[in-house]
């Protein structure tokens, strides 16, 4: 009988998931790492009990939470990834030639040994890019420090509990605006509808430090609860200005699986209540 297993994100709703086996487990002094593989979703990889990402949609995330923001940039060159130990977020950035830097910093060092070891289909050695760093540390902590100046930074961590808790308050947020250059982006993961209070407070902090801040959104079935949204910010850029035809131009000399010009321009619209909260 194959092992049943529930989703701990929310305490009385979930999702479960038939275990054809468990392919990696182990606890390290920030998290409990799990990699299982499913008959539909392949291997997934499962942090302190939640779903992170899955190789049957992880594209969909990775491209939303990185394209967006690349396209929305006059001409990104140096980027900063905050967690994104699986390589999903690296997989897309090294598309672009004209990327110079990418710097990664992860936590845990376990979740990169592993996702190279079990999770290819996410990341096809992306890592191995001479134009990437990795930097084993605490995002938090390396960009109260960081005197370099990004182009992108992409929070790509885990919810708001464990080591990802830090990556959703006032002060992270005002150390990243200190690590960007003048037209400078950040994005992060945001949670889905069922976590919107969250969202929602994460935006009113985010807005006392940026001129420019907002949410995008895109449908993830492996993320139980509805669209997942991205929190956007900058001090120069309003992602929701977009020339249509200049975009175009440059999203037509790429392939993407999910990410087209029409995805990116409807992935701001939002439903009314959320509009009436954010003003
Ligand atoms: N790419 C995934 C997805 O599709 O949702 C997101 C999960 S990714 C594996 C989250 C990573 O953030 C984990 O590897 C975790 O170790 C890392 N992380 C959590 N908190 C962190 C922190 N404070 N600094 C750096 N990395 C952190």
Redesign the pocket.
């Known amino acids: 009988m194959k092992k049943i297993w529930l989703e701990k994100l929310h305490s009385n709703i979930g999702q479960f998931i038939k275990i054809n086996k468990i392919i990696y487990k182990k606890k390290t002094k920030?998290?409990k790492i799990c990699i299982v593989n499913n008959k539909k979703l392949g291997n997934i990889?499962i942090?302190d009990n939640i779903?992170?990402?899955t190789e049957f949609d992880?594209f969909i995330?990775?491209e939303m939470?990185c394209l967006i923001p690349i396209f929305s940039h006059p001409k990104p060159q140096k980027i900063l990834i905050?967690?994104?130990?699986?390589g999903?977020?690296l997989k897309q950035i090294i598309k672009f030639k004209q990327i110079k830097s990418i710097t990664l910093?992860?936590?845990?060092k376990k979740?990169?040994s592993c996702?190279k070891k079990y999770l290819f289909k996410?990341h096809k050695n992306s890592f191995n890019d001479i134009r990437i760093k990795i930097i084993h540390?605490?995002?938090?902590?390396?960009l109260k420090q960081n005197n370099k100046k990004f182009d992108l930074i992409i929070i790509?961590?885990?919810d708001p509990i464990?080591?990802?808790?830090?990556?959703f308050t006032k002060k992270f947020y005002y150390n990243c605006q200190k690590s960007l250059s003048k037209n400078g982006i950040i994005v992060t993961?945001s949670g889905t509808i069922l976590q919107i209070k969250q969202t929602i407070k994460n935006l009113k902090k985010i807005k006392k430090i940026f001129k420019h801040t907002g949410l995008y959104q895109s449908s993830?079935p492996t993320?139980y609860g509805g669209n997942m949204f991205f929190m956007w910010a900058s001090q120069k850029i309003n992602l929701k200005k977009i020339n249509k035809n200049e975009l175009s131009n440059k999203i037509n000399l790429y392939k993407f699986k999910y990410y087209n010009l029409i995805i990116h321009i409807n992935s701001f619209a939002l439903p009314q209540f959320i509009i009436k909260k954010i003003n």
Not at 82 to 86: A, P
Not at 162 to 167: C, M, Q, T
């Open positions: 920030y998290q990889l942090l779903i992170q990402t992880e995330y990775h939470i905050i967690g994104g130990g699986d999903g977020c910093v992860e936590i845990d979740i990169i996702s996410i540390d605490d995002g938090i902590k390396f790509d961590g885990t464990g080591p990802g808790k830090k990556l993961q993830i993320y």
